[in-house]
């Protein structure tokens, strides 16, 4: 089997992605590729083709995609696969496919005079091999991009779902009605001016680094119809807000923002998300990073109780996994190992 690795565009990426069997979410789709571009980083698409040698066709098959960005920081360049590459099961060939395109990007690493290169896989930690002969290394950093993620199958009928959630959870959904609560989907500027809002209020209380605001707004504009902002009201109040992203294939749990109510707010965003995820026929309803049910001293322990109570499954993927290029990459493995320690993640 003859590899070969080549740039593809926005159409032939998609149309790969949605037909994709196997493990994937929006991150190795064209919009957020265009999302990346807008924020200033130069955004990388790649078939990887195979070309059989007792294959009658002339033509190679493109048997997997990626898409790449090349990130700027003062501490070190790098090139970051998110969620990638996706290579058909049929094709994997005990590895070596993977193998080839490790070694093609880290050629493309050079080439674009980074620091070292960057893969965030989701795929099982069986896999390491095939990291390790091509001299990768565990990154130093607990990335956003989730290794560790809750997904729940949202093909099932509302009342399936309901019977399958923790029994506090399915409470406080039944009580969502009574309660008076309403959610407004959009993503006006006012959709998002009452989500930033709750946002600011979350940030005070946790003590966390949010989102620019701009970066926000960019998705809007990119992402279009595929990102809705779901705000719960009750007595005219805005107390919860959620972002969901959509694709062909699931939706993603965003971002959150709330403020302290004595009803189920924040139940009432993520199941009117739902809701209209099974509407838009959607699979999967992805609820993005929790951290192991263990880890009570965890800063997401709390948010990822609350997200295992609506059911469904643990997906565990390999830790993101570096190839340094330079000695400038010490540099970074520093920073990002003190930010882990100082976040206690």
């Known amino acids: 089997m003859k590899l070969n690795l080549r740039e593809i565009n926005a159409s032939q990426l998609n149309e790969f992605y949605n037909s994709f069997s196997g493990e994937k979410t929006f991150l ?12 200033g980083e130069k955004n990388f698409r790649y078939g990887i083709y195979s070309q059989s040698s007792n294959s009658k066709s002339p033509e190679p098959e ?3 995609v990626c898409q790449f960005q090349r990130i700027p920081a003062r501490r070190g360049i790098h090139l970051h696969v998110p969620h990638g590459p996706l290579i058909s099961t049929d094709k994997w060939n005990e590895g070596a496919v993977l193998r080839f395109f490790l070694s093609e990007y880290k050629r493309i690493g050079r080439e674009e005079k980074c620091d070292f290169v960057r893969i965030s896989p989701l795929l099982e930690g069986a896999q390491k091999k095939e990291f390790q002969k091509e001299n990768f290394r565990p990154a130093p950093t607990h990335l956003v991009n989730p290794e560790l993620t809750w997904v729940l199958d949202i093909t099932q009928d509302e009342e399936s779902i309901l019977a399958n959630m923790r029994k506090s959870t399915r ?23 009452i989500f930033w809002q709750l946002h600011t209020e979350t940030v005070k209380r946790q003590h966390f680094v949010p989102f620019a605001r701009k970066m926000t707004e960019t998705e809007l504009d990119i992402f ?12 005219q109040k805005n107390c919860s807000s959620s972002i969901i992203i ?3 294939h699931a939706a993603y749990y965003h971002q959150g923002a709330s403020i302290y109510s004595k009803f189920p707010v924040t139940h009432a965003t993520l199941w009117e998300a739902i809701r209209e995820a099974k509407h838009r026929g959607c699979e999967e309803f992805n609820f ?6 263990n880890q009570t001293n965890h800063p997401w322990y709390g948010l990822s109780k609350f997200k295992r109570g609506f059911g469904g499954e643990e997906r565990r993927f390999l830790h ?4 340094p290029l330079t000695s400038k990459y010490w540099l970074n493995f520093l920073v990002e190992k003190w ?4 976040r206690h993640y």
């Not at 993005?288 to 049910?293: F, I, L, N, R, T």
Request: glycine content about 8%; overall charge negative.
């Open 28 to 39: 190795q789709t064209s919009k957020y590729g265009d999302f990346r571009e807008k924020l």
């Open 62 to 64: 493109l048997i997997g």
């Open 171 to 193: 409470y406080e959904v039944r009580r969502i009605e009574k309660s008076g609560i309403t959610v407004h989907m959009g993503n006006s500027k006012k959709d998002l001016d």
């Open 224 to 235: 279009g119809n595929d990102v809705q902002i779901f705000n719960a009201q009750i007595e």
């Open 246 to 248: 959509f694709d062909s």
């Open 288 to 293: 993005w990073g929790v951290c192991d049910e």
């Open 320 to 323: 993101a996994q570096d190839f």
């Open 339 to 342: 930010r882990k320690w100082k």
